[in-house]
């Protein structure tokens, strides 16, 4: 059986006043996690399930390295960095807000915005990157460190979908609900394989 933990943490750090020049995505891919998200990341990496773990992935982005960073200095390996784990594109924003590009989202996977990503893109390069693993790591356990919109974009290939009272997407594999609407802290999500076939999915966290 192979094994893999898809882990986010939404903890980070909103007081931070970033040069006008920096544009939407490098203030997002520069954003570093909060006291309280350091320290669950140090928790959590002393978590017993992760014993096992053979090969850490991260985004390329400063919260998922961060959070990485405690399991691979307590097994001594390295951490792998892979775009195509990275947080979904958002594009040029304009005069919305973000919380309305998700729900459009939610609700159209196809719809993306100028220079963007939609959910369907951001599956896409999840679902390669998860048959990338699948064939070099058979049989064994690997931890990704990754982002809500990329986990959620992947489950949704395998979940069943619908939506809270207020209007945000909700995930259930086998009447489990894996994605709720709500990202608060750490989420781990585990993922079971035989022959490279999705077995189980599970809420760990």
């Not at 891919?29 to 053979?54: C, H, M, P, Y």
Request: aromatic share 8%; charged share 25%; glycine share 6%.
């Amino acid at each position: 059986m192979t094994t893999i933990y898809l882990i986010n943490n939404s903890l980070t750090m909103n007081n931070l006043n970033f040069p006008n020049k920096d544009s939407l995505e490098n203030k997002r891919e520069k954003r570093i996690l909060s006291i309280q998200g350091e320290k669950e990341a140090a928790d959590l990496a002393l978590n017993s399930a992760f014993e096992t773990v053979n090969a850490i992935y991260a985004s390329p982005y400063v919260m998922s390295i961060g959070t990485a960073k405690y399991l691979a200095q307590r097994l001594e390996i390295d951490i792998i960095i892979s775009e195509l784990i990275g947080e979904q594109v958002l594009g040029n924003l304009g005069d919305k807000k973000i919380r309305m590009v998700r729900e459009a989202q939610e609700n159209n996977f196809d719809y993306k915005l100028s220079g963007g990503e939609s959910l369907n893109d951001v599956k896409k390069r999840m679902l390669k990157f998860m048959d990338m693993i699948l064939n070099k790591y058979e049989g064994k356990t690997i931890a990704v460190f990754t982002h809500n919109v990329a986990i959620t974009s992947f489950l949704s290939n395998y979940c069943d979908k619908g939506f809270n009272l207020d209007n945000r997407l909700i995930l259930n594999y086998q009447e489990e609900a894996i994605v709720d609407g709500t990202w608060d802290g750490i989420s781990v999500i585990e993922l079971n394989y035989q022959n490279k076939k999705i077995t189980n999915i599970k809420r760990r966290k």
